[in-house]
């Protein structure tokens, strides 16, 4: 099974709907992350936080509001969304206390904004 | 001007060729750097990490020149499974900020 996981995993939405999406992760790291992806902009990060009571805005956070329910789960919801949110997301998580700085990525949510 | 540059590509080499990719990045205040690898439309997987005094795994070399503000990589003996886009990374040490380059995009034709 996958160490992090999305869902759901393709969605189309139309324009002001509420969306969530939802990431779980059984790798026990504390620190969770959200990011987008679109053509020629590379990775931008949305939120992020290091632990249950720890949440804090990334690069790009306007529109997005984020939920950390427990230390293995990390939503992220589109208020109303619209259709510059149509973009690949990417959930995260990385565990810096061992010293690592790997980034584990999960498979992505590919959202589309009609 | 962005944090991490790459550029875009694509590289179209043979099989067996060698090429490399160089990354600039911009914060001098930088302290770890990572290659990742990403196939199309998949998560971003970590390739390796890129320390000061330059590291190798098997095919793959990365080496870190800190003056001039750049990272490469290196491979040697390219194969068809090498076609990926390479994410360059650069992260200041005790901060959540990882700035991704937009991707490198490698094609190895048969």
């Known amino acids: 099974d996958a160490d992090v996981t999305q869902t759901p995993r393709n969605r189309i939405t139309k324009t002001g709907k509420r969306i969530m999406l939802e990431c779980s992760q059984t790798?026990?790291?504390?620190?969770m992350y959200w990011y987008r992806q679109d053509p020629g902009l590379g990775l931008r990060l949305i939120y992020y936080s290091f632990d249950v009571k720890d949440i804090n805005k990334g690069e790009i956070s306007d529109g997005y509001s984020v939920s950390r329910q427990a230390q293995a789960k990390f939503s992220l919801s589109l208020e109303s969304a619209i259709p510059n949110q149509t973009a690949l997301y990417f959930c995260?998580?990385?565990?810096?206390?061992?010293?690592?700085?790997?980034?584990?990525f999960g498979p992505g949510t590919r959202l589309t904004v009609t | 001007r962005k944090e991490v540059e790459q550029d875009p590509g694509p590289f179209n080499v043979p099989e067996g060729a060698t090429v490399a990719f160089n990354c600039t990045y911009s914060n001098s205040a930088s302290q770890s750097f990572f290659w990742y690898r990403q196939d199309c439309r998949k998560e971003p997987k970590l390739l390796m990490s890129?320390?000061?005094s330059g590291n190798e795994d098997g095919r793959f070399t990365a080496q870190l020149n800190r003056a001039s503000q750049y990272i490469s990589l290196l491979i040697r003996d390219s194969k068809l499974s090498d076609s990926a886009t390479y994410l360059c990374v650069a992260s200041t040490s005790g901060t959540y900020k990882y700035i991704f380059g937009t991707g490198t995009r490698l094609k190895v034709l048969a």
């Open positions: 890129v320390y000061s």
């Open positions: 790798k026990g790291h504390d620190r």
């Open positions: 995260a998580t990385s565990d810096e206390g061992t010293g690592s700085y790997e980034q584990y």
